[in-house]
């Protein structure tokens, strides 16, 4: 195996967020089930934009955040996601290459926008999302490189590609190519009602194809279709060879085997937008992962940036990761 | 004369702003005058981008981001200015209508993108501005809406419409109209250089066509071609009806006839942006003054408004003003 240019290769859906203030009442009013993501159509996304506040925009994308992530903390990143050749296309392919990851899709001409997610915020700082996956559904195995995902330690995968047929194959070839190339293979299953709808697939690829799981505690308890953590957690021991579980302001825990690593989440004045707290924490795990540390410690580094992340609008870093974490005297 | 259906209607360009973070040596490298605009072509606008970091998108405008002050405050607000039919400028139409400011210019078909405008944010939380004006160049007479500026108590211009002669004729037809209808016509000088571009221009309106004026420092010493920002103020108190005059944190001196209020600036714990500062300063003394507030309680509310917007990233305000200046017992 030869040494790797690029410490993590991502793939997801290439989004750009509206993000509002609102109150619990606009979600109960418009049928959004708080804290998690819902699938809309471009007349739907319409309709809610003209009920939203005042907005502002941001690149998002949930693995296209943790590549942000990657490399705020200094690791070499690359993306593969598409957009159209709009402006908020422009705007993603800008902030992601200007953050230092290496992106290079082609933008699709099929005439689709642009993929958003429209984010409403509520007082809690809880984020609920509504994605329009416009031109990101465009992105096909064909958009796979297979030297880019050789040469890269791990490919990290989001679980949201699951919801187009020529996404997930995208995400299979991908997987595959990893593999055969001798690298690991990361999944973050996105979202409970995502797991919702693939978990069969889920489950299969836990089993099999992935090396390094994320998920949060509605999508470890959804995908074993268990009431309680410490059972799914049970579960996902017995078949993943790292699951890396995140609990909120509880921290997280991170299974390997027998082993099992506590870490706690760093407090944070006032979570101002959860968005990007989990994409956030995949980004400090893998970057000490990568740098071969301690599981505990890449557990740190994911508090660390998750912190960061929630404690101001926006699902990018806007501090540097890794003077902070340098700050801290996780990394040196 | 009837009353009024509006308490002020701006007119000016309408723009999104592209936000970045820079160092000093930036600004340097790349000839940007610290703490002013810049007009920029499309070409310039790429290139600059290209340089810029990860940014965020939001609203902008000098008259608009007033407009969507008055509003915060409770204030009855209607905008006129020009967007292409693209992605921004459905962003810029949504943000201020979806704050409640009456907004029907219809968009520009001409090509022309939606005005961006690229802000470089340096530590010290100064911004520089580079703009490309695009479809806002549309904006001439034929969109002064006759019957809307009657109804307003208060036109307010922004002085960068000159930069463009057809602007600059909607502007005098604008201000035309309210002086026939017996309204008051406000103008804010907008930038020291613009001042530069257009000082015989601005003279003359001052001394006639205004009558309200707001200015910062280096806009009335440029105006006046002085040295000292007392002698501008005296030259200003000869001629302006009122006279607005801010000077960061130093607060602002409103001068009218032999009256002089000096008014305090609000204290923030850190300038983040300054993006806004005299655009919210105008919105604040701008409520005060339809509500027929003594001046220097209009000046307290522009105070209020700048501290709030200086305070985060962006030009529009983030909290209700309305309830920021009923917790400070200004309005009750």
Known sequence: MSASRFDVVGIGNAIVDIIARCDEAFLSNNAMEKGFMQLITASQADDIYALMGPAQEQSGGSAANTCAGIASFGGACAFIG??????????FAHDIASIGVAYDTPSSDAGLPTARCLVLVTPDGERTMNTFLGASTELGPEDIDGDLIAAAQITYLEGYLFDRPEAKAAFHEAAALARAAGRKVALSLSD???VDRHRADFLELVRGGVDILFANETEITSLYQLNSFEDAAGAVRAEAEIAVLTRSEQG???ISGNDTHDVPADSVEQVVDATGAGDLYAAGFLSGLTRSLPLGTC?????LAAAEVISHIGARP???LLELAKNKAILT
């Open 192 to 194: 409970a009602f995502c």
């Open 318 to 320: 806007e501090k540097n």
């Open 252 to 254: 997280s825990m991170i």
């Open 299 to 303: 557990g740190q580094l994911g508090s």
């Open 82 to 91: 598409r957009v159209a050749g709009d402006q908020f296309g422009k705007v």
